[in-house]
């Protein structure tokens, strides 16, 4: 059973920083894309920021240059650092990543719970 449990989030001022962290844990072959994805009420769920196994890695336009997303592959941990925050930051974070379980040939998609970040002007 395959779980992603995210952590970090939290309140802060604008202009400071949060580091989320999103462990995936359980029976796992090997893991492909890991990301971030954020949802504000009323309104779809937004990709953040993503890296694949080997590194690459995509943001969306509004977090260029503010926001840094890592992985440990030895921990099966994707990060998100994200400084210079603003108020239009807020939302519920969501990890997201593609992962294949033993004896399996092809990656299913998993969703942790969320992690509010609020950022107060």
């Known amino acids: 059973h395959v779980q992603l449990v995210e952590s970090g989030g939290g309140l802060v001022q604008a202009g400071e920083s949060l580091r989320l962290s999103c462990a995936a844990s359980?029976?796992?072959?090997?893991?492909?894309?890991m990301g971030w994805f954020r949802q504000t009420p009323g309104k779809q769920r937004e990709l953040v920021a993503r890296i694949i196994s080997g590194g690459s890695t995509n943001y969306a336009d509004s977090v260029k240059s503010r926001f840094t997303i890592s992985r440990d592959n030895s921990k099966n941990t994707v990060y998100l650092q994200m400084n210079s925050l603003k108020p239009e930051d807020t939302a519920a974070y969501y990890c997201?990543?593609?992962?294949?379980?033993?004896?399996?040939?092809?990656?299913?998609?998993?969703w942790g719970q969320g992690t509010q970040v609020t950022v107060s002007s």
């Open positions: 359980g029976t796992i072959s090997r893991i492909n894309t």
């Open positions: 997201n990543a593609d992962i294949m379980p033993p004896y399996y040939s092809t990656y299913a998609n998993y």
